[in-house]
Structures are given as structure tokens and as C-alpha cells.
């Protein structure tokens, strides 16, 4: 799925490049002349493509900056559970998903001391698939819950995979060893069962 993201992005932004036209070039005239301006060739080929258009807002940052943890992560929640229905597969860069990490971010890293905001902002990073910050978020919490030991193992495993794939055995086992710590899945036992 990501391969034909990224080779759809790719081909969408060459006939995009291909498809701007050239500035028009002025040609110096003679000093009893006006000035003439030579016209930019006319494309006449047509193409059916979609054009997503995002505008922002410039007093966001400012609006984000002013918003205390708690506003941030009832931001979060609401764009999640708006995320939840807009999108058939939760990624972040789709924008509400990522409305709502970037909220859930500014909630966890304004109160530190909130276990719940970061518990959150972990959930969040692990269900939008952006692995190594969830695993990262898992491990600095420490004592998890059993839904969040599912969390944080699935992370693990994740990592792991990509690991093993690339050939980097001893970090594949550094995170089936910690997501075996929070939870014996399937998942690492059989990259276990590789190593």
C-alpha cells in the first residue's frame, strides 16, 4: 500500500512539473519600438487528475500555542474520533489524523506529569502506524496497562519486522526482547523464532 502511495505521489508530481509552463521571455526591443513580449507556448493536452487543495490558517500555530494540555487533548480525542470515520485506515498524514497526534503532542509535552496524555499521544502514533515514536512513547511510560501492553507490543513486533527485513538482526532482537517484556504476541514469537 505505502509502494503505490509513494509511486502515485511521484507520477502526480511529474505530470505536474511537466505540466507548468515556461515564464515568457522578453526580448529586447529596438529603441524606436515598444517592448514585445514573446507568448508562452499553450499546453493543449488534457489530463484527469485530482487536485487537493489545503489551506491554513495563519493564527494556528499561535491558536495551538495558547491552548492549555487539557484543550489540546480534547482536541485530540474529537479529531480522532473524526479521523475514525473519515478514514477507512488510519494514517498520519491524513489530516485529521494528524490534527489529532500533533494535538495530543502539545497535551503530553505541556503536562509531562499527565500519564493519560501520553498514554494517548502513544495510542495515537501506534493506530496511525508511525512505529518508532509509539515504541519510544511505550518504553518511557514504563508500567502499562494490558491494553497498552497490546499497544507497545505491536509496535515492537512492527520494528522488529522492518528490522529483520533489512538485515539488522541485533536490532530486531533489541525490540522483540522489550515487546516480548510487555507481551508474548504470536507476531514476536515468529520473528523470534527468525533470529
Known sequence: MKKILILTAFALGSLAAAQTAPTPVETPAPADTAPVETPAPV??????????TTTTDAAAPAMAAA?????????????ATQADVAYPIPFYD?????????SAYMAAAGDASNRDYTAY??????????????YNVWTKIGDLT???????????AKLAYIALNRGDLATAKTYVTQGMMWKSTPS????QSRL
Open 43 to 52: 499546453d493543449t493536452t488534457t489530463t484527469d487528475t485530482t487536485t487537493t
Open 94 to 102: 491524513r489530516t485529521l489524523w494528524k490534527a489529532s497526534v500533533d
Open 67 to 79: 491552548m492549555t494540555p487539557e484543550e489540546s487533548f480534547t482536541k485530540a480525542q474529537e479529531y
Open 188 to 191: 514476536l514469537v515468529a520473528i
Open 121 to 134: 499521544l502513544g495510542q495515537l502514533y501506534t493506530k496511525t502506524q508511525w512505529w518508532i515514536n509509539a
Open 146 to 156: 494490558d491494553a497498552e501492553k497490546d499497544w507497545a507490543a505491536l509496535s515492537a
